[in-house]
């Protein structure tokens, strides 16, 4: 194998074969990446307690408690032959590159851990781990807790994409439309921004294929968002429900433990697990598995268990089988073909190629049953709530342009709740605006902060009267505001201010009391079940009129404003102190050792009870904007959700293709390419694909 890097540090790898190549792929990324995927690993194993410490148990417990790892050792005994060899290699190469990526990270010194060894199936089990979540059951969690709190009617009221749940946009621009006569993709995935990036730029050249895109580290191959020269593809979150919870009944008989399903009482499968805790004690996990899947919540002893069945678990299939498929794509034609093997998760595919091949469809696997699963926990004991088969994947037709932002669209068959439509409209408004579009020009898009979702909050504004003078000027300046979430707009800040001050007071309000204190479910679904996230998220849905008995919008509205115009957030009072940006900065997650928790010794790095610790560059955007830079209203402004990257696949030319990351290339803290692309990421520049081999540097020791 052969290893070239640009000035970014980004990894070109040239080998005889595919295998080869998938090892090259394995080793590289455990020289770059070691620390990042060890922390995945482990998570994947619901082991990363052994030296994250306590805060990782939650996580860990839940991993174990789903069989995450015994899921991927099923998935993996059912690959075919090539495949199989294939994933094998990267894990060969990852061992083989693990010792020297360990060595020149210090946190594997400072947290007293060694480079470990992969299995043949990690990699499934890193892939279930990065999606366990990502469909968003918990949010059924949500939605049976509003259910007995305040009725099944008021489910609706909160139906917006939840804050914790991962999107993307993606557009497809026809020859039609662009400067070259040839299709354009782009987009970017929104996901929580992490340190090092969640997604690896890369390029993976052989006999048989030469691909640039990027990859999940720890995975081979090029999942999501790829380049062949040919034909180019990106994904979105569909947004698809096609993980159902069920209430359990529990009972001990003897050494082991029943469930009461369609046909009685059942034996589960139960066994006993030990998480390891840095700087704390054992903890015990009891790991129960009934006819419908793992138990996720409660146990026998328990008022409530409930357990979750996801396609993986059922079939014995993951879908890596589309990896290798894609990177050997021509035309649409072999990307559709791939994506037929798809399982994990739900995605909408977007594909172009330099023949003119189009190709808008969803896939996944969803399994067919009644609606009410897709809502809330169903009764395990009931058999009209099992699944009796699949769903057909939905397409679409191509017409000069294709938008997929996670709203209510191809896919609305297959889930319950989508993104509002604000990003969509927003996007295809941009893309209908002109012709002539380059891949450069892309960043136009990438980058738009207009926020339609403040048009709720702007009419009930407009609609009050009698204010004091401060609150009135603060009302007019925010009504003549271009809307736009711009870093350096002190109107933005003023609006996000209000906004802010609004969920706090629709959260503190008597007519959600009753939903304040969450259920005792297991702390790792605290993010679906907080009150104020879920108001922030929905908040025009509650600002109706009638929304909600005993909720008085207009004169909540009208504290929020006056709460605002006397305290220092005025704008009028500090410009420059109310500047979005100056608040709404970047927060990345970091997997930090607890020895540094401990010892503060990384100051940098966010740690709960000390949320503004670490806040990083200065950011404009919002979470319906197409610029998609997420916060908390009402909790916080800075944003730990966002674009994961940022692409532009030209079919005219690859080498006129455009991408960046939020940080760098590197894992490694403090490498020449840690976070040298954080500032065109910030700005919003595209960065070019450098595909001419001259153009780059071999290290000749890779």
Known sequence: MRLFRDRWGVPHLRADDPDELAYAQGRVTAYDRAWQIEVERHRSLGASATFLGPEAVPWDRLARQARLADTARRCHARLDPATASWVGRYVAGVNAGLAAGAARDPRFATAGLDAGRWEPWTPLAIWLAHHVLFAGFPSKLWREHVARRLGPEAVALFQADAPVSSGSNGWLLTGDRTATGAALLAGDPHRHIEDPGIYQQIRLACPAYDVVGLAVPGVPGIAHFGHTGEVAWAITNAMADYQDLYAERLRRRGSGVEAYGPDGWQPTRTHAETITVAGGEPVEVEVVETDRGPVVVGGPESAEAISLRYPPRVTGELGFAALPALLRARTVADVDAAVEHWVEPVNVVLAADTAGGLLHRVAGAVPARPAANGVRVVPAWEPRYAWSGWCSMPRATVTEVAVMANERAVSAPLGVEFAPPHRARRIRELLDATTGWTAERMADVHTDTYTAAAGPLLTLLAGLAELPTPAAALRDRLLRWDRRMAADS?????????????????TAHPALAALADPPAYPEVFAPWLALAPRVGTALGTLLAPDALPGLDAPALVRAALLEVAGSDLDPAVGREAARWGARHRLA???????????????????????????????????HDCVLSTSSVPGLTDLCRRGPAARYAWDLARRENSRWVVPLGTDGVPGSAHDDDQLAAWQRGELLPVVTDWD???EERDG
Request: without cysteine; charged residues 20%.
């Open 588 to 622: 990345p997650w970091r997997a930090v050792p607890v020895t540094v928790v401990v010892e503060n010794v990384v100051a940098d790095n966010p740690v709960p009870g000390s949320p503004e610790v670490g806040a990083g560059p200065e950011l404009g955007g919002e």
């Open 695 to 697: 153009k780059l540097t």
């Open 490 to 506: 002190a109107d933005a800040g003023a609006f996000a201010a209000v906004r802010a001050a609004l969920v706090r007071q629709i």
